[in-house]
């Protein structure tokens, strides 16, 4: 009966640390407001959980990601697209479309951002044509 107990004791214990170590993992920020461009262009992304897929490494956690853009030139665009995290760096796309001036476009952009530095750049495509870089720069939702 002792045995069975410490057995017993042993795997609750054990069941305990991994609930410790799964929800000290780093996440992405629930709500994500930035500025590029030298603060010509802002992004607010919502992002949430989707789900697990099955990797060979394990399972990997997908967020999605909803928002808007807006800067001076091309007006707001919805923003939508995925991420996922990678130890402490927070991976994601997102694509938009938008009109300005009556001409359609399309934005697709990639980046990440470390989420303990609070660093990582992101780099667009405008219409297929025009491509950039900017450092991201973590910027409050509320003051938006």
Do not use: R
Request: proline share 5%; with cysteine.
């Amino acid at each position: 009966m002792k045995k069975l107990l410490l057995t017993i004791l042993v795997f609750v214990a054990s069941l305990s640390l991994v609930g410790v170590a799964m929800a000290a993992a780093p996440k992405p920020p629930a709500t994500f407001c930035f500025t590029t461009n030298g603060g010509q262009s802002e992004f607010s992304l919502l992002i949430k959980p989707m789900g697990n897929i099955k990797m060979s490494a394990g399972p990997e956690k997908f967020y999605s990601i909803q928002g808007l853009y807006f800067d001076a030139t091309n007006g707001p665009a919805a923003l939508s697209g995925s991420g996922y995290m990678d130890g402490s760096v927070f991976h994601f796309s997102l694509n938009a479309t938008y009109t300005f001036e009556g001409t359609a476009g399309f934005f697709q952009a990639d980046g990440y951002w470390d989420v303990d530095t609070k660093t990582g750049p992101i780099y667009s495509l405008w219409n297929n044509t025009v491509h950039y870089s900017w450092t991201l720069v973590q910027v409050s939702c509320t003051g938006q």
